[in-house]
């Protein structure tokens, strides 16, 4: 059985997805084929590197890339957040760019990834608390995993905004 991907509605591109990281090992080719066929064209990582030697996860960009989908890494410790605005606000903007449709792991495809989709949001317009609860309705979840994380988005939107 296929991972779910969570396809977060918004105006315009990117197309933008939260999910929970794929399995690994046997399962690895067929998780990525299926996020293939089901129209992702960049995959974002936020494990680190720990984790994705703990999960089994050292194929996953080879896999995607041999599938002919972008792998993007961009890691923040589990239940955190980035340390550093300037480099968030540019991978943001980053995934904000993209004409295709990006989707989002971190572990369980809730804390983390919900705050970098949230990101991307404000980046693209919405306010913090619109682009979460757009998340929530979606991935059918409370989001992010931690009060830090909320706050974080938005600090990183009145930064922006100012």
């Given at each position: 059985m296929a991972s779910d991907i969570y396809?977060?509605?918004?105006?315009g591109a990117p197309r933008l997805a939260i999910?929970?990281?794929?399995?690994?090992?046997?399962?690895?080719?067929?998780?990525?084929?299926?996020?293939?066929d089901e129209g992702v064209s960049v995959v974002v990582s936020l494990l680190e590197l720990h984790e994705t030697n703990e999960l089994g996860l050292e194929a996953e960009q080879a896999a995607c890339e041999n599938?002919?989908?972008?792998?993007?890494?961009?890691?923040?410790?589990?239940?955190?957040?980035?340390?550093?605005?300037?480099?968030?606000?540019?991978?943001?903007e980053a995934i904000a760019q993209h004409n295709g449709a990006v989707a989002i792991h971190c572990r369980a495809?809730?804390?983390?990834?919900?705050?970098?989709?949230?990101?991307?949001?404000?980046?693209?317009?919405?306010?913090?608390?619109d682009a979460f609860t757009r998340i929530a309705e979606t991935r059918r979840l409370a989001v992010p995993d931690t009060d830090?994380?909320?706050?974080w988005v938005e600090a990183f939107e009145a930064r922006l905004r100012a």
């Open positions: 396809w977060i509605a918004h105006d999910m929970a990281r794929p399995r690994a090992g046997d399962w690895l080719e067929d998780e990525v084929s299926h996020w293939r599938l002919g989908l972008r792998f993007w890494t961009f890691p923040i410790p589990d239940r955190g957040a980035p340390t550093d605005f300037d480099v968030a606000r540019k991978f943001a495809g809730i804390g983390r990834s919900s705050l970098i989709a949230a990101l991307v949001l404000v980046v693209l317009g919405l306010h913090a608390t830090d994380q909320r706050r």
